[in-house]
């Protein structure tokens, strides 16, 4: 047997292994960053301001319509007549 294709095939084989080991360091790397973007707390500190300010408006909205069923005023109650 001829030692030169094992050289050649041990040197594929590190080849590969080294660009596997990038691709699985390159792949870490894209993982932490998408843990850090979607962190609830991070997100939470950023936008604040934002999302009390809605939910603010939408509690204020449902109250007033929650209170607009049981107070009733009619605008013209002269003209108002049961039949």
Request: glycine share 6%; charged share 25%.
């Amino acid at each position: 047997m001829n030692a030169k294709p094992v050289d050649r095939l041990e040197l594929e084989a590190l080849l590969q292994r080294n660009r596997l080991h990038e691709t699985i360091g390159a792949f870490k790397d894209k993982v932490g960053a998408a843990r850090a973007k979607f962190d609830p707390t991070t997100n939470a500190r950023e936008h604040l301001l934002s999302v009390s300010l809605s939910v603010s408006s939408i509690a204020f909205l449902a109250g007033y319509g929650f209170a607009g069923l049981f107070t009733r005023r009619h605008l013209n109650s002269d003209s108002y007549t049961e039949r």
